[in-house]
C-alpha cells in the first residue's frame, strides 16, 4: 500500500459518503494506491455505520471507538491499523480538498522531506468562508509555535509523513494539533509545505472551541519542555512552485 489516510470523525455523516467518494476518485485519476482509516469516536449520528457500509465498496479500515477521545489519539489509533508506506490524515467535512493529495504525495516522495504539509500559510494557500477571528486565532498559533518547528503552518490537520517517522511515537495531548505533535516527538528531520485554500465546513458543526484554544496553549509549553529536553534541527525544504 502506498498511502494511508487517516480520517478521525464524529458526527460526520453528512459528508463523509462525499468524502469518500471524491477522495478514491482522486485515487484512481493518479494511479495512487491507496486506503482511507475511518476513526469513529461512537457517533451518535450514525457516522460508524455508515463508515462500514461504505466499507464493502471501497478500501476502507473502520476503527470504532466508544467514546469522544480526541483528534490526535484518533490519528494515532489510525496509524497502528494502516498499511500504507506513508500515512496521512485530512478531515471529514471537505474543508481539506481531496484534489490536494497528489500533490502532497509528490512533494514528499520527490524530495528528501519526512513530512509534507498542506498549508494555509505559504505562498498561494488560504482559507475561504473563515470568519476574521478564527483567522487571527490560527495565525497566532503558527507564531507561537514558530520556536519549536520551521513550518509555516504546523497546525495544519491535512499532511502526509512517511511511517517511519511517526511509528510507535507517544504523543502526549489528545486535542486538534497532531501535526504539530509529530513535528516536536516524531522523527521528522525535514518538512515541506504545499499550498492549498482551506474551506470551513459547509455542514454539520464546527469542533473549534475556546476550550480548545485553551487546550492548545497547555499543548505547546509542554512540546516546549520537549524540545529543549530533546534539542534537534528541523530543515525546511521550498517548494519550487506549488504544483512540484
Known amino acids: 500500500m502506498r498511502l494511508s489516510l487517516v480520517v478521525p470523525t464524529y458526527n460526520e455523516r453528512t459528508r463523509l459518503g462525499e468524502l469518500v467518494e471524491a477522495t478514491f476518485a482522486v485515487f484512481a485519476a493518479h494511479g495512487i494506491e491507496g486506503e482511507l482509516v475511518i476513526v469513529d469516536d461512537g457517533s451518535p449520528d450514525g457516522t460508524g455505520d455508515l463508515a462500514d457500509a461504505l466499507a464493502t465498496r471501497h478500501r476502507i479500515q473502520v476503527v470504532h471507538r466508544a467514546g469522544k477521545l480526541g483528534l490526535g489519539t484518533a ?37 528528501p522531506a519526512d513530512m509534507a504539509i498542506g498549508s494555509r500559510y505559504v505562498a498561494g494557500g488560504g482559507v475561504h468562508n473563515w470568519p476574521v477571528m478564527r483567522q487571527l486565532m490560527s495565525r497566532l498559533a503558527c507564531v507561537l509555535a514558530r520556536p519549536i518547528t520551521p513550518a509555516r503552518d504546523p497546525t495544519s490537520g ?11 511515537v507517544q504523543i502526549a495531548a489528545g486535542g486538534f494539533k497532531i501535526c504539530l505533535e509529530l513535528l516536536v516527538r516524531g522523527r521528522v528531520a525535514s518538512v515541506v509545505e504545499v499550498p492549498y485554500v482551506f474551506t470551513d465546513r459547509a455542514a454539520g458543526e464546527s469542533k473549534m472551541s475556546w476550550r480548545e484554544a485553551t487546550g492548545y496553549l497547555w499543548q505547546l509549553r509542554d512540546l516546549w519542555r520537549h524540545r529543549r529536553a530533546h534539542p534537534a534541527s528541523q530543515r525546511y525544504l521550498r517548494l519550487t512552485s506549488p504544483a512540484s
Do not use: N, Q, W
Open 75 to 111: 490519528v494515532i489509533a489510525g496509524f497502528a491499523v494502516a498499511t500504507g508506506d506513508v500515512l496521512g490524515v485530512m478531515d471529514a467535512d471537505l474543508s481539506h480538498p481531496p484534489s490536494a493529495i497528489p500533490r502532497l504525495l509528490t512533494a514528499l516522495e520527490k524530495t
Open 158 to 168: 491535512y499532511f502526509v509523513v512517511r511511517r517511519p517517522c511517526v511509528e510507535g
